[in-house]
């Protein structure tokens, strides 16, 4: 290799070569303007913290407001459920009541109409005796029969009071009976018909119509009077 021979000229000053100075770096242009101006280098630290914190804030934010949402949303549901629940326990209450009320109006409309057939059917009933008593006039012998059976005992004077269409029956069927037990027959008009009325010494017994069906009328639990002529007309 052959040597090459510089100018005088063109050669520079002696430099010492060192080693090192094949390893060291170049600072890049920015790091040495930094260096030169310390107030560029702090701004530009300021916008990285200041980016920094704003990314520190919005994650938090988000993070803060997910945790609430779900908070929210779990309070929320709670209470909607309690509500719900006591609305429940409120509308159960209500249906309860309602259902007591029903089956209470059921059962006194029940009654009302057993009530109203039980009237109907005496009604009826009532209509159908005055006019077997008119009819047949011998329906007196048994009522007469019972009244006396009702007495301890006979003591005179006993006096038997018919109504006249009656007296005569009673005559007819049982009057010789009647004499020999002690008793005397006596036309009353004010007796109705169907009825009678017994006297003795110690005893009187109202066998009247009217008598006998407020007893029955109060056995069923029905008030009702023999002479009721709206029940007549309404069982006719």
């Not at 407001?65 to 309070?75: D, V």
């Not at 110690?202 to 066998?207: K, P, T």
Request: aromatic share 4%.
């Amino acid at each position: 290799m052959s040597n090459i021979h510089l100018p005088k000229e063109q050669q520079t000053a002696y430099q010492r070569w060192e080693m090192a100075a094949l390893f060291s770096e170049t600072a890049p242009p920015s790091a040495k303007s930094e260096e030169k101006n310390p107030s560029l280098a702090a701004e530009k630290l300021s916008l990285m913290l200041e980016s920094n914190r704003k990314e520190a804030y919005q994650k938090g934010r988000q993070e803060g407001w997910q945790q609430g949402l779900e908070e929210g949303l779990q309070k929320g549901f709670q209470a909607g459920l309690h509500q719900a629940q006591e609305e429940a326990a409120v509308s159960e209450r209500k249906f309860l009541a309602l259902s007591s009320a029903f089956q209470e109006a059921l059962r006194l409309a029940d009654e009302k109409i057993a009530n109203d057939l039980l009237k109907l059917a005496l009604d009826i009933a009532k209509s159908m005796l005055k006019t077997t008593l008119c009819i047949d006039t011998t329906k007196i012998i048994p009522i007469v029969k019972d009244a006396i059976h009702h007495l301890p005992s006979v003591q005179q004077p006993a006096r038997l009071m018919l109504h006249p269409d009656d007296a005569i029956t009673v005559r007819e069927h049982i009057g010789e009976e009647l004499r020999e037990e002690g008793w005397h027959i006596v036309e009353d008009a004010h007796v109705e018909a169907g009825g009678c009325m017994i006297e003795t010494a110690s005893n009187q017994i109202d066998a009247s119509n009217a008598t006998r069906w407020k007893r029955l009328s109060k056995a069923l639990g029905q008030p009702g009077e023999w002479d009721d002529e709206s029940s007549d007309e309404q069982a006719a």
